[in-house]
């Protein structure tokens, strides 16, 4: 990977401005992106719900980078590079599914769930499976939610423990099912993506539908100053439901008031699901948004929570997996209308398509230059457009160019 020209870009970034043209569109920062960013990060997952008895597994793709997380035998949740150590193949297509042990189909080595070799047909007397385990990944677990990181030495994940597990808890995604997944690919490149998704700008025009519950015109809400989301902070913790908010530069989260009248983020502003997560107050709980660097937001209401994941796959595609999940007592049909409970993210996210590919065909242009975000619109853009300019410098520090 040739660094100088990323490195020159990184460090022409005018503050408060958007990236430099080449960061969005070059091979070398896509591949640059997997190094420094995702290989370096913590991943939102998936949530234990999908995961929950031995031998469920989740097979994903970060970027290039096959990776498995699966349920032991043993009830413990591990994560490992979906490569057999013989000649490479991948274990599992991606996808969720449940195995009784990990056999590569090629020349059928064969994994228990731990990870370890278990058979190896026609090897040599003197061929020693220990040594052939699967590599593991890191892996950790905050209230149902699942992380993994492939850095060789991951970030300090103890804050995000701390601060997130008390607002997150209440939703009981420990006890939650997937009611949906949906995989949608947009031709942008990733950044432009987790950047549209970090706005709402462009939200009261683009979104209709999420316009109507959510608080599109908010400034900084993730600040939390103004006296009525101070008193909605306050009922909030009366209930028990802690609004926040916390964070760090790498993730946020807060409890916000949807629109006055409103208790869920549908098309009705009603609850979709029936069999409610959080009981207390009634549900009129808002919702808690969190969201992970780099690639992630959720929100968490009291039906039902969605998690968006936007999944590089080259530097002009990339995959937003989106999940629905709900109690998991919940039942379709009787408890909730899967086209009801999807309607609003899934209009929401074919809106934000159009808006990410025709932001992505416009950045060609030589006429693009890096424009100016709106400190108040655009805060959690700016934070996330920083926060990758301070981990890709500090991976430019630590590599040679
Ligand atoms: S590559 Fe897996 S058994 Fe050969
Ligand atoms: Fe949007």
Redesign the pocket.
């Known amino acids: 990977m040739d660094l100088s020209g990323v490195a020159q870009w990184v460090g022409s970034r005018r503050a408060g401005h958007s990236l430099p043209q080449h960061l969005y569109l070059s091979p070398d920062a896509f591949d640059f992106d997997l190094a420094a960013i995702f290989g370096t990060s913590w991943l939102l997952a998936g949530f234990t719900a999908e995961v929950k008895q031995p031998g469920d597994y989740l097979s994903f793709m970060v970027g290039r980078w096959p990776v498995i997380v699966v349920r032991g035998r043993d009830g413990v949740l591990r994560a490992f590079h979906n490569s057999?150590?013989?000649?490479?193949?991948i274990?599992c297509k991606p996808g969720a599914g449940h195995a009784p042990r990990l056999t590569?189909?090629?020349?059928?080595?064969s994994y228990g769930l731990d990870g370890r070799l278990l058979a190896?047909g026609r090897m040599p007397d003197d061929f020693d499976k220990t040594d052939y385990g699967l590599k593991p990944v890191h892996l950790e677990t905050i209230a149902g939610a699942i992380f993994v990181s492939l850095a060789q030495v991951p970030p300090d994940i103890s804050i995000l423990r701390r601060d997130l597990t008390p607002l997150l808890e209440p939703h009981n995604l420990e006890r939650a099912k997937v009611a949906h997944k949906s995989v949608l690919v947009e031709y942008a490149n990733w950044k432009l993506v987790v950047e549209n998704g970090r706005e709402c700008y462009h939200c009261a025009s683009g979104h209709p539908e999420l316009a109507r519950t959510f608080p599109v015109g908010a400034t900084q809400y993730f600040d939390l100053e103004a006296a009525a989301a101070r008193l909605f902070t306050e009922r909030m913790e009366a209930i028990g439901l802690p609004a926040g908010p916390v964070g760090e530069d790498w993730w946020q989260a807060v409890r916000f008031a949807l629109n006055d009248g409103n208790v869920a983020m549908t098309t009705s502003g009603q609850f979709a699901v029936k069999k409610l997560m959080v009981e207390a107050g009634g549900g009129d709980a808002g919702s808690l948004r969190w969201a992970v660097e780099p690639n992630n937001f959720c929100h968490s209401t009291s039906d039902y929570t969605f998690a968006f994941n936007a999944m590089p796959v080259s530097p002009g595609e990339t995959h937003v997996v989106s999940t629905w999940l709900v109690h998991e007592d919940a039942v379709e049909g009787v408890d909730y209308d899967i086209d009801e409970l999807t309607h609003l993210w899934t209009q929401t996210n074919l809106q934000d398509k159009v808006f990410a590919e025709d932001n992505q065909v416009g950045v060609w242009s030589p006429g693009y230059t890096p424009g100016p975000y709106s400190p108040t619109a655009e805060s959690l853009t700016l934070r996330f457009v920083d926060w990758y300019c301070a981990r890709a410098s500090e991976y430019l520090a630590r590599v040679p160019v």
Do not use: V
Not at 84 to 89: A, I, K, L, P, T
Not at 104 to 109: A, K, L, S
């Open positions: 057999c150590r013989h000649r490479g193949s274990l590569c189909p090629y020349h059928r080595w190896a």
